[in-house]
């Protein structure tokens, strides 16, 4: 286990910079998630604390020590990749096996089977990663990772290869064992509900930058940066570029954010006309077209309550509003309402 | 330390194919410019370098002739000799009997497809000797010749083929050998084409020879080309199959075969090295050609992609 | 009204039509290519006055012909496959055995226990005694071909590998440069190769066909193994890596397993190229100073033809064998090679 850190890491090619001016610190036994959309550079940074890229620029630090030139075999960290990268010709339990190759402990097999109860696999020891379902194969790679007790735990897109189900009891039992060897974790990923479910903290990273570090609803109800506004949130946010004689606000904000559940019908307010809805089970999103473009909200119930024309009225709470200038960073403590005018 | 046994590596890796490539690849290249300007004969030794004298032997400047080069009578013979066999067998066999028979044998059961495709590749996989040999006693003037036997069944005559048509000859023992190729290529490329697009062609109404048309022909472009490509080269440069089965004859003296029987053949060979070397210099020029030709024939992006793992 | 069983009756019978010109076609073009071949075999087996008679190519045609019915019959109205198999080779033996029974014999393969060939010809032999035992050009043929398969794979998987996997100064070049040699007609060379291999103190030993046939065939065998390396994927590398294996280890024990069917569809190609190989052998000697099997056969038949068909067609037979031994057992792997990087 160890407490990691990266200090301005950069990564850079020959015609473009992946990762730059990066700076993060992770506490040991802490999970993490790295989320972005692909290219930001997160699986860049993935392989540079791997051991797997070289940085070009900056330090990582593995329990205040510069590991920058140690190489991968050395550094004890354990990976999953999204292919699971089981090795085909070697069975279920050569697989596990084959991290503690190099270090000759007698009891390597019965850590071994240890491993593949825990992540509940050992019936299938003797088979080849061909013969398994992607589920098990997912644990096999898992166990395989965790079998050297790693100072940290590397886990790149892990669940994006399984159906929906899967992906779901996976989260749960991916968080659990993790948990209970208290291995420091950092997971790669997309999709942001993996990465607010299964994390302690989310950095969110977009062209090679971080925008944002915080817990889950840091992320959701006070993001940084409009980048992480508009990444966040499903259905996203609404965005409204500004100056815009309807909206009052403070002359620096450029943009006007407004989350879909903030939005709600109202007897007067900012008049709309549905053009589609969408029921989402326990929820309606419904698009409506306004005087400010397209806006979308979302309404609790399972029956839409208004059909495709209908007219209406949408206000919001003047706290609600998420306001960015022009840099694309948040205003802090800033407010703003649909103006009197757009009442009418 | 990193960056010795980074050179290590490439040593241990790149280093033995690195050697041999130079030494029996690239430095014959070399070697046979040197050579054809030179005048080269049994004694293997350099003389009268440089000299133009080989290229004299095949042909002389001359301001009236077209394109301004006038051609010995031997070499303008090798020319057209050649320029009709890689023609004929290239459209006739490499290149149409190829699409044929890929298109044929993908059209019946797998199975049964691929065991004439496996009789197909007969020829190919057998030695050249064995082969020639074959043909030999196929084409045999006398009444035992099998082809002979087949034909007097309806004539009085017997067929002579090597004396009277050896284009023939050759074309079709060079054809039966090169449509393997093509064959292979193209079934390989057509068994790659997704099952839904000719589910697609079959809902949409489309018969067997619509579907070749629209849904196979057109994943086949860059096969073709290539095979036409490379075909061409392999063809312009072949001797071998000519010398196993005609000879040094001069009904069939290509460009490849006059290089050979000056130089090298067993029994005839004259030792003209130098001689030899100016026509091969000549095909070797056509090759390089053709083969920076080739280059856009090949995906440069994935052959070039970045590798991964930046540690050693 | 649209007749449906009708419009089914006629495409099926449209189907059966088409399958059964199909096969027409097939087996006519297809003719002229085995017939020779079993003539050559009917020769060897049954020749007795050294002439090359056809007396008994027709019975086995025959015999051939009506295996085939047998065998086509009962999968069509039995559709058991190993059945139809039995009874067609069963019924094609016995007939075999009636029509030309009496005049199969190993007459004509003498030359395998007599060492001197030209001894007993039918007929007069005037060639003297040029010709070593046919098993010392059956064991250089093999010696040949199977050293020079072992170096070509062994260099060619290092090279192709590094190729794959190693960024260094220079590679695209290299891959360019190799690219063109790939296409290069390397038979144009065969004049300054004889120079060089004479100069050089080669000629007229093995090492020198062994040595250029290698250099000759790497550009390709490079491309072809460098298409499977390309295609196992990076992450197992990266796998094994952060497992605990250095660069080389991950080669050996991740790597090269998985590009097995490769590395055997190159060896057989290589074999049978080394195998069959003329004109580098016949133009890399003077004089007799060693034998392979094509020169071999080759001198056999200038010298022995019209005089003892029967054994020329026996050493073919002994020649070819070898080979297409080889082709029959690996066929599945050949077709797995792919043209290294030609566009689909």
Partial sequence: ?344 | ?312 | MVDWVKLAQRSRLGRRLRLGALSVFLVAVSIPIAVPYIWMVMIAFTARRGMAETGTLWPALLVILVGLGIYGAAMLWLRRERLAIVMGVLTAFLLGLILLGQDLHLQNFRFMVNANIIDDLDGQGTVGERYPWVWEAFANSLLLASTQTVIVVTVSTLAAYYLSRFSFRGRNTFLQSLLVLQAFPAITLVIPIFLIVFWVGLLNTLYAPILVLTALELPFFIFIMKGFFDAVPWDIEMSAMTDGASRREAFWMVVLPQVRVGMIAIGVFAFIKGWEEYVFVNGLRTGESYWVMSTYLYYVREDVMGVDYGMVAAVAVLYVLPALILYLFCQKYLTQMTLGGVKG
């Fill in chain 1, 1 to 344: 286990m160890a407490q990691i850190e990266l200090k301005a890491l950069q990564k850079a090619w020959d015609d473009a910079v992946a990762v730059q001016d990066m700076n993060l610190t992770i506490q040991d036994g802490e999970f993490v998630a790295i989320l972005g959309p692909s290219g930001c550079g997160k699986s860049t940074t993935l392989l540079m604390l791997a051991g797997l890229y070289l940085p070009t620029g900056g330090d990582i630090l593995f329990d205040g020590t510069r590991v920058n030139e140690v190489e991968a075999r050395h550094r004890n960290v354990g990976i999953v990749f999204q292919s699971y990268a089981l090795y085909p010709n070697m069975s279920v339990l050569q697989n596990i096996l084959f991290p503690t190759r190099s270090q000759q402990t007698p009891d390597a097999e019965k850590r071994a089977r240890e491993m593949a109860e825990m992540v509940q696999i050992n019936q299938l020891l003797e088979r080849r990663p061909s013969q398994l379902s992607g589920g098990q194969q997912q644990r096999v790679a898992l166990a395989r990772a965790l079998i050297k007790r790693p100072n940290l735990l590397l886990l790149d897109e892990p669940l994006s290869n399984l159906d929906a189900t899967l992906r779901l009891t996976m989260r749960a039992e991916i968080r659990r064992i993790t948990r209970d060897l208290g291995v420091t974790t950092i997971l790669v990923t997309h999709d942001q509900l993996e990465a607010t479910t299964m994390a302690d903290r989310v950095v969110c990273m977009n062209a090679g930058r971080i925008e944002q570090i915080g817990r889950a609803e840091d992320l959701y109800l006070r993001p940084d940066t409009l980048f992480v506004a508009g990444f966040i949130g499903s259905p996203p946010m609404n965005l409204i570029s500004l100056p815009h004689p309807l909206i009052e606000v403070p002359s620096i904000a450029r943009t006007f954010g407004l989350r879909p559940e903030a939005l709600r019908p109202a007897e007067t307010g900012l008049p709309a006309q549905v053009t589609h809805f969408e029921p989402m089970g326990r929820e309606v999103l419904t698009t409506v077209q306004t005087p400010l473009g397209l806006l979308r909200f979302l309404e609790a119930g399972t029956q839409p309550r208004w059909q495709v024309g209908d007219s209406l009225h949408l206000t919001h709470a003047r706290d609600d509003a998420i306001l960015f200038d022009g840099t694309g960073a948040r205003i802090p403590n800033a407010t703003a309402l649909m103006t009197e005018q757009g009442y009418a």
């Fill in chain 2, 1 to 312: 330390m990193k960056a010795t046994r980074q050179r290590f590596d490439a040593f241990l890796f790149l280093g033995p194919a690195v050697v041999l490539m130079l030494a029996f690849f690239v430095a014959p290249i070399v070697v046979n410019i040197l050579v054809a300007f030179s005048d080269m004969n049994q004694t293997v030794r350099f003389e009268e370098f440089p000299t133009t004298k080989q290229f004299n032997k095949l042909g002389k400047l001359d301001p009236e002739a077209f394109w301004g080069i006038e051609l010995r009578g031997s070499f303008y013979r090798a020319l057209a000799l050649t320029a009709s066999f890689v023609l004929l067998t290239l459209i006739i066999f490499n290149v149409s009997f190829a699409l044929i028979l890929a298109l044929t044998t993908t059209a019946v059961p797998e199975r049964m497809g691929a065991v004439f495709r496996a009789i197909w590749l007969l020829p190919r996989m057998s030695p050249s000797v064995v082969y020639a040999l074959l043909w030999l006693w196929v084409v045999d003037s006398a009444e035992r010749g099998l082809l002979n036997q087949v034909w007097l069944l309806f004539a009085s005559e017997p067929l002579n083929l090597r004396l009277d048509h050896p284009m023939a000859v050759i074309v079709v023992a060079n054809g039966l050998i090169g449509a393997s190729l093509g064959m292979i290529i193209f079934t390989s490329a057509i068994r790659s084409i997704p099952e839904h697009l000719f589910n697609a062609a079959r809902v949409d109404g489309a018969g067997p020879l619509s579907i070749v048309r629209h849904v196979i022909l057109p994943a086949l472009r860059w096969p073709i080309s290539y095979i036409t490509i490379y075909q061409a080269l392999a063809l312009l440069v072949s001797f071998e199959y000519i010398f196993l089965i005609m000879g040094p004859a001069r009904s069939t003296m290509t460009m490849a075969m006059l290089s050979y029987t000056k130089t090298l053949a067993p029994g005839i060979g004259g030792g003209q090295y130098a001689y030899g070397a100016s026509i091969a210099l000549i095909l070797i020029v056509v090759g390089i050609a053709v083969a920076l030709l080739m280059w856009r024939l090949i995906n440069m992006k994935s052959l070039l992609q970045r590798p991964r793992i930046e540690v050693n």
